[in-house]
C-alpha cells in the first residue's frame, strides 16, 4: 500500500476509534446524570423511560457537535490545555442545544433541572479523563531497561521542554531524575513531577548521590561567564555533559532533544544576542540584487544565509575557489529551493569577467569579502596579497561605482590598524581606496572593520581542534598574546546592520567586546575534550609567527569613535586619505614585473604606519618550520 494511503488509513481508524470512544460516553453521562439526580437510588420509571427514550437525540445531537468542534483533530498521545479547552466548548455548546432539542421535543418533561448541569460535569470528566490518563501512562510507562538518568541545569522553557520531549521518546532513552536551578522561587518545586534539588552549586554532590549519568545544560541565554561556571561544576563530576544551542541560533526559539550537543568554545566565549533593526535590514536588502564576493569562505557563504531571509530578488554569488562555489551552490539549491541565486566561478582581480558580471547582473548591493587573510602565509607572498586585496578590491569597487550600485560593503579587520603585516596592510589600503571613492561616486562605499570570527577556515579553533584529536601538543604562539573574536552569524548580522546605516565613506567598527587570551582558548578546548591541560595534552609555546602581534588594535588614534543607533557598532572618523595614484600605478607594474624591493617600497609609502618586522622573503624559512611544529 502507498506510504500517503496508509497513513491516512491510521489518521481515520484512530480519529473513527476516538469518536466512537466519545459517543459511547454519551449514554453514560446522560444516565449518570439522573441517577446522582435521584441520589444513587432507584429512578422513577417515568423518568428512567424518558432517559432512555430522548437518549438516540442526545446521542445524535452530542456527535455531531464534537465533530463539529474538531475533538478528533488533536492525538490523545499528546492530549494537552488546548485540547481541554476544545473540550470544555463543545461540551457546553452540546448540552445547550440538546437541552433546546428536547424543550422542543417534549416541553423538557420529566428532565430535573439538575440533570443538564450533571450532564455536561460528566462528559467533561468522560472525556478529558480517558485522554489525559492515556497520556499519563503514555509519559510514565514502565520500561525493559532503565534509561539515561539526567540532571537537569535550568527549570524554566527549555529544561520543561527537554522534560515534555523526554517523556514522549517511545524508547525511553532519557530518564529525567531532577533539576538544579539558581532562582530562589523554584527552590523545593518541580516540573512535571521532577523535584528541583537545588541550585546549580549543588551539580557535583547531585551528580554523585543520584547516580546521574549526563548533565543536560538548558540554559540557552546564559553568559559566557555563567557558561564557564556551569563547565567548571559539570566538569567536576566526571560525567558527559550537553548543552541546548545558544538563543541566537534557535531559528524557531524552541529546544528539543535532537538539539543538544556538546559545549563549543563558542558557548564559553559567547557574547550578549545581537539586536537587529531586521525592518531597516529587510527595507535595505529585500527586493535587490545582492552580490557577495567571496561567497564560498566562512564569512561570504555566512553572509548569503543571512541576506537571504531578507529576501532579496536574487543573490549572486562571486569565489574563485571551485570546490567552495561548488558547496555553497548545492547547499543552497537543496535549503532554498524557491530563491533566484547564481554563482559565478571568478577572480576578482579579472577587470573585464567583473565588468561583464556587472553588465549582465546589475547587482544593488555589493558585499565585497573576497580577501587572502593568513597572515604568515602573506608574509613572504606580497604580490599575491596586494594583487588580491588591493587591485581585486579596486576592480569591484570601481566597477560598482560604473554600474551605478547603491552600497559598496568592504569587509576589513582590525589587522589594518597599525599593520605589522602583510595582510592589515593590503587591507588598509583597500579601506583607503573605498573611502577616496566615496568621494565622488554616487554609490555608497563602506567599510566595516572587524577582528578574528570563531571557527573561521584557517583560524585558531579548527587548527586546535585538529591537535586535541591527535593527542597534541596544542601549539600556542605567545602566552601573552589576545585576540578580540566574535562568532561568524553575529559578526554577518553587524555588516548587514552596517551596510543598511552607512551613508558613505564611513568605517564601521564592531563591537568586540574584550580581548580574549589564546592560551585561554587551548586550556578551555583542552578541557571541553575531556582532558586537562599540561597533563593530558601539552600546549607548547612556539614564539610569534611572522606579522603577528601580541595585542590587536580595533582603531587608529586618530579616529574619533562615534556610536550609532545599534550599541555593537560605533563610527571610526577621521580624515579622507588621498589616494596616491602615482604610487598605486608603481604597484601595479612591480606586480607585472614580480619586483618584490618595489612591492615593499609602494605599500610603505601607502601605509607609513606598516610596522614591518624584516623583509618578508627572510621569513620563509622560519614561517614553513613553526608551521611543520603546529601540525606535528
Not at 437525540?57 to 476544545?86: E, H, K, N, Q
Not at 560525567?239 to 526559539?253: A, I
Not at 568586540?512 to 587570551?517: A, C, H, L, N
Request: hydrophobic share 45%.
Amino acid at each position: 500500500m502507498n506510504p500517503s494511503v496508509k497513513r491516512w488509513f491510521d489518521r481515520l481508524r484512530s480519529r473513527t476509534a476516538a469518536f466512537m470512544h466519545d459517543l459511547l460516553m454519551v449514554p453514560v453521562a446522560w444516565l449518570l446524570a439522573y441517577w446522582v439526580r435521584f441520589n444513587l437510588q432507584r429512578i422513577p420509571p417515568d423518568y428512567l423511560g424518558t432517559a432512555w427514550h430522548t437518549l438516540p437525540i442526545v446521542m445524535l445531537v452530542c456527535g455531531l457537535v464534537y465533530w463539529t468542534f474538531g475533538l478528533y483533530r488533536g492525538v490523545w498521545r499528546f492530549a494537552s490545555l488546548p485540547d481541554l479547552v476544545r473540550i470544555t466548548k463543545a461540551v457546553v455548546a452540546a448540552t445547550v442545544i440538546v437541552m433546546l432539542v428536547l424543550f422542543i421535543y417534549n416541553r423538557g418533561a420529566h428532565i430535573p433541572r439538575s440533570v443538564p448541569l450533571l450532564f455536561l460535569l460528566f462528559q467533561l470528566a468522560l472525556l478529558s479523563g480517558p485522554r489525559l490518563l492515556y497520556r499519563w501512562l503514555k509519559d510514565h510507562r514502565l520500561a525493559l531497561h532503565a534509561g539515561v538518568r539526567v540532571l537537569i541545569v535550568g527549570a524554566r522553557g527549555a529544561g520543561e521542554t527537554l522534560v515534555r520531549e523526554m517523556r514522549r521518546d517511545r524508547a525511553h532513552t532519557y530518564d529525567p531524575v531532577a533539576f538544579v536551578d539558581d532562582t530562589p522561587r523554584r527552590q523545593g518545586g518541580d516540573i512535571h513531577g521532577i523535584p528541583i534539588k537545588g541550585t546549580t552549586a549543588k551539580i557535583p554532590e547531585l551528580t554523585k548521590n543520584l547516580a546521574i549519568d549526563l548533565i543536560m545544560l538548558a540554559m540557552p541565554t546564559a553568559s559566557a561567564a555563567e557558561m564557564q561556571r556551569l563547565v567548571q561544576l559539570c566538569e567536576q563530576t566526571g560525567k558527559p555533559f550537553r548543552t541546548v544551542p545558544q538563543l541566537q541560533n534557535l531559528l524557531s526559539g524552541q529546544v528539543t532533544i535532537n538539539q543538544l550537543r556538546p559545549v563549543s568554545i563558542e558557548d564559553l566565549l559567547g557574547r550578549t544576542p545581537v539586536t537587529l533593526d531586521w525592518e531597516a535590514l529587510r527595507n535595505g536588502l529585500a527586493k535587490r540584487v545582492v552580490l557577495v564576493t567571496g561567497a564560498g569562505g566562512s564569512i561570504g557563504s555566512e553572509l548569503c544565509r543571512q541576506i537571504v531571509a531578507a529576501r532579496p530578488s536574487r543573490l549572486v554569488m562571486l569565489d574563485n575557489a571551485e570546490f567552495n562555489l561548488y558547496q555553497i551552490e548545492i547547499e543552497f539549491a537543496e535549503r532554498y529551493p524557491g530563491l533566484d541565486f547564481t554563482r559565478y566561478l571568478l577572480d576578482v582581480g579579472d577587470r573585464h569577467g567583473v565588468d561583464a558580471l556587472f553588465q549582465r547582473e546589475r547587482p544593488q548591493i555589493v558585499f565585497h569579502a573576497a580577501a587572502y587573510k593568513h597572515v604568515p602565509l602573506l608574509e613572504n607572498q606580497i604580490r599575491t596579497a596586494v594583487q588580491n586585496n588591493i587591485f581585486g578590491t579596486k576592480v569591484v569597487a570601481e566597477c560598482a561605482d560604473r554600474w551605478q550600485c547603491e552600497r559598496f560593503v568592504l569587509i576589513s579587520t582590525d589587522k589594518a590598524v597599525n599593520p605589522a603585516n602583510v595582510m592589515g596592510a593590503t587591507k588598509r589600503v583597500a579601506e583607503i581606496l573605498c573611502q577616496d571613492l566615496a568621494k565622488r561616486s554616487r554609490t555608497r562605499f563602506i567599510t566595516v572593520r572587524f577582528g578574528n570570527v570563531l571557527g573561521s577556515a584557517g583560524s585558531v579553533v579548527p587548527l586546535f581542534q585538529r591537535q586535541i584529536e591527535r593527542g597534541g601538543p596544542v601549539t600556542v604562539t605567545d602566552p601573552d598574546i589576545e585576540r578580540y573574536f566574535m562568532t561568524i552569524p553575529e559578526a554577518c548580522q553587524l555588516i548587514m546592520q552596517a551596510a543598511v546605516i552607512g551613508e558613505g565613506a564611513e568605517i564601521f567598527v564592531l563591537d568586540m567586546g574584550k580581548p580574549v587570551k589564546i592560551s585561554y582558548m587551548a586550556e578551555q578546548m583542552i578541557r571541553l575534550a575531556g582532558r586537562e591541560p599540561d597533563r593530558d595534552i601539552e600546549i607548547r609555546y612556539i614564539g610569534l609567527r611572522p606579522g603577528e602581534k601580541r595585542f590587536e588594535e580595533l582603531f587608529y588614534d586618530a579616529e574619533d569613535l562615534i556610536p550609532t543607533d545599534n550599541p555593537k557598532i560605533r563610527t571610526a572618523r577621521r580624515a579622507i586619505i588621498d589616494r596616491p595614484h602615482s604610487t598605486l600605478e608603481r604597484l601595479r607594474i612591480a606586480i607585472r614585473g614580480c619586483d618584490q624591493d618595489t612591492l615593499v617600497q609602494s605599500l610603505q609609502c601607502l601605509v607609513p604606519e606598516w610596522n614591518m618586522q624584516a623583509p618578508p622573503v627572510q621569513h620563509a624559512a622560519a614561517d614553513t618550520k613553526q608551521l611543520e611544529t603546529a601540525v606535528k
